[in-house]
């Protein structure tokens, strides 16, 4: 910036800075063989990732179709204005932070207690069928989850209700009733994301050293005390920096799951951000609306990122930051 | 040494009555815990070969009532599923393919000090897993390219992602420098080096990173979703979702008879279509899934 604003104002700098430039290019010259490798990174990048950020001034427009994005006029804030008072806006929002912090709340514990279990387990071969298990339904998307749940879960044909009523109780209508549906949410992201969670915490437990366990044991301690003074302090900080990068997540509500599950029986609960954000612009096709709605989601996103990035870097050392 | 330790703690187990009960709860709990995953799965298999259709809430069975294949003829023989099969193989085994070259060679340059601007560039990966254009711009931007109903656009978008960039560039970085000397004393330059010595060194991760790549495209959907019109260009995904989820057969049935079977035991074709278009992952991944693990050991030791 300086240097071009010199190069402006005086002639007689224009010398050194050209000099620069010529160093530059000599010096990606020099590398060619590396840029070239660089290069269809960058390039996919620039035209995938960062070209559409310029999109985003569509949000502060009033999109018209045959103007295009860079003709269409400025609105200023009026998109967000529209945004912000449409009551089923304030609907989709508490949506969003209520699954996702129920998620947090049920879902994160989960994997932690799996893997202090599993940790448990002293017969090698039974450990690894529950965990290969485990892994199950990590490995298949949420369309193909969402299929077999729909059917398990079915008032009429599906295990789960079969199982209900051979024990006295009545049909319950899981994906359609809205009483059920955020518990049923929550229950199922657990039940896919669960078992390949325990990964990280096995990983940082088998770093205990065993001459803890052992004098623990000279003590006189059982198994479940060793357990709650010794394998879980010890995994502390993994669980710790794990939280914070998790909270990280609290605007994204898990759109795949949603989508393929959720109906308008159960908008009034399941309608999140993403879901809103794709009905609105893809199927209603107001652009610059929902342009807005994602900006306003991304922005927090991205506080929300830096605040956690910056937190687990207070903890635990500048190493274990993102960046 | 540690052999003795294991015993120890066998005998402690036989001795104590706390630890005996403690060990039969565990194992309960996670029989049980590994029958919640199990029996779903059973469940829609025996669907997938039961013949008597009307299934109500009164009924329970864990064997197919009344043994058939008709379902699964039904699926055979729908030529969507087929088409969807090769769409999904072909994204797969290219964008897998083009992704770990691309990745990989960028994550080379950027582990070299003499790249020039290297914590630039860098940052230029990095910021995107933070921050995006959204899906309407995306999706604008790409509509103008004319991007749209091409299947480039399941593949470029995500060629190169940051995480996996910096996996293989951290990979990169704490290899010695010394296995590179060889080829530069006889006159090879970055490119002769990175294929004949570091690609050679780094296939655990490079193949970490394939696997990952690879069940992303098998599993991806949205893509197609919102940029594939072109019902011959729908991955299978796309194909399951509008047969299982919408239970919209009759746009993507071609006969009166598949229909009309679909019509008869509309679950049990469903359940049969979900088994035959996962196959591959429910086959491959018991044997796959230590690779996985051992890419996230590595990720999170030096994230």
Same mark, same amino acid.
Not at chain 2, 252 to 268: D, G, V, Y
């Given at each position: 910036?300086?240097?071009?604003?010199?190069?402006?104002?005086?002639?007689?700098?224009?010398?050194?800075?050209?000099?620069?430039?010529?160093?530059?290019?000599?010096?990606?010259?020099?590398?060619?063989?590396?840029?070239?490798?660089?290069?269809?990174?960058?390039?996919?990048?620039?035209?995938?990732?960062?070209?559409?950020?310029?999109? %985003?001034?569509?949000?502060?427009?009033?999109?018209?179709?045959?103007?295009?994005?860079?003709?269409?006029?400025?609105?200023?804030?009026?998109?967000?204005?529209?945004?912000?008072?449409?009551?089923?806006?304030?609907?989709?929002?508490?949506?969003?932070?209520?699954?996702?912090? +129920?998620?947090?709340?049920?879902?994160?514990?989960?994997? $932690?207690?799996?893997?202090?279990?599993?940790?448990?387990?002293?017969?090698?071969?039974?450990?690894?069928?529950?965990?290969?298990?485990? @892994?199950?339904?990590?490995?298949?998307?949420?369309?193909?989850?969402?299929?077999?749940?729909?059917?398990? %879960?079915?008032?009429?044909?599906?295990?789960?209700?079969?199982?209900?009523?051979?024990?006295?109780?009545?049909?319950?209508?899981?994906?359609?009733?809205?009483? @059920?549906?955020?518990?049923?949410?929550?229950?199922?992201?657990?039940?896919?994301?669960?078992?390949?969670?325990?990964?990280?915490?096995?990983?940082?437990?088998?770093?205990?050293?065993?001459?803890?366990?052992?004098?623990?044991?000279?003590?006189?301690?059982?198994?479940?005390?060793?357990?709650?003074?010794?394998?879980?302090?010890?995994?502390?900080?993994?669980?710790?920096?794990?939280?914070? %990068?998790?909270?990280?997540?609290?605007?994204?509500?898990?759109?795949?799951?949603?989508?393929?599950?959720?109906?308008?029986?159960? @908008?009034?609960?399941?309608?999140?951000?993403?879901?809103?954000?794709?009905?609105?612009?893809?199927?209603?096709?107001?652009?610059?609306?929902?342009?807005?709605?994602?900006?306003?989601?991304?922005?927090?996103?991205?506080?929300?990122?830096?605040?956690?990035?910056?937190?687990?870097?207070?903890?635990?050392?500048?190493?274990?930051?993102?960046? | 040494?540690?052999?003795?330790?294991?015993?120890?703690?066998?005998?402690?187990?036989? #001795?104590?009555?706390?630890?005996?009960?403690?060990?039969?709860?565990?194992?309960?709990?996670?029989?049980?815990?590994?029958?919640?995953?199990?029996?779903?799965?059973?469940?829609?298999?025996?669907?997938?070969?039961?013949?008597?259709?009307?299934?109500?809430?009164?009924?329970?069975?864990?064997?197919?009532?009344?043994?058939?294949?008709?379902?699964? #003829?039904?699926?055979?023989?729908?030529?969507?599923?087929?088409?969807?099969?090769?769409?999904?193989?072909?994204?797969? $085994?290219?964008?897998?393919?083009?992704? +770990?070259?691309?990745?990989?060679?960028?994550?080379?340059?950027?582990?070299?000090?003499?790249?020039?601007?290297?914590?630039?560039?860098?940052?230029?990966?990095?910021?995107?897993?933070?921050?995006?254009?959204?899906?309407?711009?995306? @999706?604008?931007?790409?509509?103008? +390219?004319?991007?749209?109903?091409?299947?480039? $656009?399941?593949?470029?978008?995500?060629?190169?992602?940051?995480?996996?960039?910096?996996?293989?560039?951290?990979?990169?970085?704490?290899?010695?420098?010394?296995?590179?000397?060889?080829?530069?004393?006889?006159?090879?330059?970055?490119?002769?080096?990175?294929?004949?010595?570091? %690609?050679?060194?780094?296939?655990?991760?490079?193949?970490?990173?394939? +696997?990952?790549?690879?069940?992303?495209?098998?599993?991806?959907?949205?893509?197609?979703?919102?940029?594939?019109?072109?019902?011959?260009?729908?991955?299978?995904?796309?194909?399951?979702?509008?047969?299982?989820?919408?239970?919209?057969?009759?746009?993507?049935?071609?006969?009166?008879?598949?229909?009309?079977?679909?019509?008869?035991?509309?679950?049990?074709?469903?359940?049969?279509?979900?088994?035959?278009?996962?196959?591959?992952?429910?086959?491959?991944?018991?044997?796959?899934?230590?690779?996985?693990?051992?890419?996230?050991?590595?990720?999170?030791?030096?994230?």
């Amino acid at each position: 910036m300086e240097k071009a604003a010199d190069a402006r104002g005086a002639p007689i700098h224009s010398k050194k800075r050209e000099n620069g430039l010529v160093r530059t290019v000599k010096a990606y010259g020099r590398q060619y063989q590396l840029v070239l490798m660089f290069l269809p990174a960058v390039i996919t990048i620039a035209l995938f990732s960062y070209a559409p950020m310029y999109g %985003l001034t569509i949000a502060f427009k009033d999109y018209a179709l045959l103007e295009g994005i860079h003709g269409s006029p400025w609105v200023g804030l009026e998109n967000f204005r529209k945004l912000l008072t449409a009551p089923s806006f304030a609907e989709v929002f508490r949506n969003t932070v209520t699954i996702s912090f +129920l998620r947090i709340l049920f879902g994160f514990p989960a994997p $932690v207690l799996l893997a202090l279990l599993l940790n448990e387990v002293g017969n090698v071969r039974f450990k690894k069928m529950v965990q290969t298990i485990s @892994y199950l339904p990590h490995f298949l998307s949420w369309v193909v989850l969402a299929g077999i749940l729909i059917q398990i %879960l079915s008032p009429s044909s599906g295990l789960v209700n079969q199982i209900i009523v051979m024990f006295g109780g009545t049909p319950i209508y899981f994906v359609a009733d809205p009483r @059920y549906f955020v518990p049923m949410l929550i229950v199922t992201g657990i039940w896919k994301e669960v078992g390949w969670g325990t990964i990280v915490y096995l990983a940082a437990i088998t770093s205990i050293s065993p001459e803890l366990y052992e004098a623990a044991t000279i003590d006189g301690a059982g198994r479940f005390q060793k357990m709650l003074h010794i394998t879980l302090p010890a995994i502390r900080p993994v669980v710790s920096i794990m939280f914070i %990068l998790n909270s990280g997540n609290l605007i994204n509500a898990g759109f795949d799951q949603i989508y393929n599950l959720y109906n308008p029986a159960v @908008y009034k609960v399941a309608d999140i951000l993403d879901t809103y954000v794709y009905r609105r612009g893809l199927i209603d096709m107001k652009y610059s609306f929902s342009a807005a709605a994602g900006l306003f989601k991304n922005v927090i996103s991205f506080a929300l990122v830096l605040t956690t990035n910056g937190l687990v870097k207070a903890i635990s050392g500048k190493e274990n930051g993102i960046w | 040494m540690v052999l003795r330790q294991k015993k120890d703690r066998r005998t402690h187990i036989r #001795k104590s009555p706390g630890s005996r009960a403690f060990d039969i709860c565990n194992y309960l709990m996670l029989t049980l815990f590994c029958l919640t995953i199990l029996l779903p799965f059973w469940y829609l298999l025996v669907l997938s070969f039961d013949k008597f259709g009307n299934v109500t809430a009164q009924d329970f069975f864990l064997w197919p009532r009344e043994f058939t294949l008709d379902n699964y #003829k039904a699926v055979v023989e729908n030529p969507y599923i087929w088409q969807g099969y090769g769409n999904t193989i072909l994204r797969t $085994v290219a964008g897998t393919f083009l992704s +770990l070259i691309c990745t990989a060679m960028a994550a080379y340059a950027l582990s070299k000090d003499s790249f020039p601007n290297r914590k630039f560039w860098s940052f230029f990966v990095v910021f995107t897993m933070f921050f995006s254009g959204g899906l309407i711009p995306t @999706y604008l931007w790409i509509r103008d +390219l004319g991007l749209l109903d091409n299947r480039l $656009v399941l593949i470029l978008p995500g060629l190169v992602g940051a995480y996996n960039l910096v996996l293989i560039r951290n990979f990169f970085k704490q290899m010695p420098p010394e296995l590179e000397e060889s080829a530069r004393i006889d006159g090879a330059g970055d490119f002769r080096a990175f294929v004949s010595i570091v %690609l050679p060194v780094s296939k655990p991760i490079l193949a970490t990173v394939a +696997l990952w790549l690879a069940v992303g495209h098998w599993n991806a959907w949205f893509d197609c979703l919102v940029y594939i019109r072109d019902t011959r260009k729908y991955v299978l995904q796309i194909i399951l979702q509008r047969i299982v989820i919408e239970g919209t057969i009759q746009n993507i049935s071609t006969t009166e008879q598949m229909t009309q079977e679909f019509n008869a035991r509309p679950e049990m074709v469903k359940a049969a279509c979900i088994y035959f278009t996962t196959l591959p992952i429910l086959c491959a991944y018991p044997f796959l899934q230590k690779y996985f693990v051992k890419g996230i050991y590595v990720g999170s030791l030096k994230g």
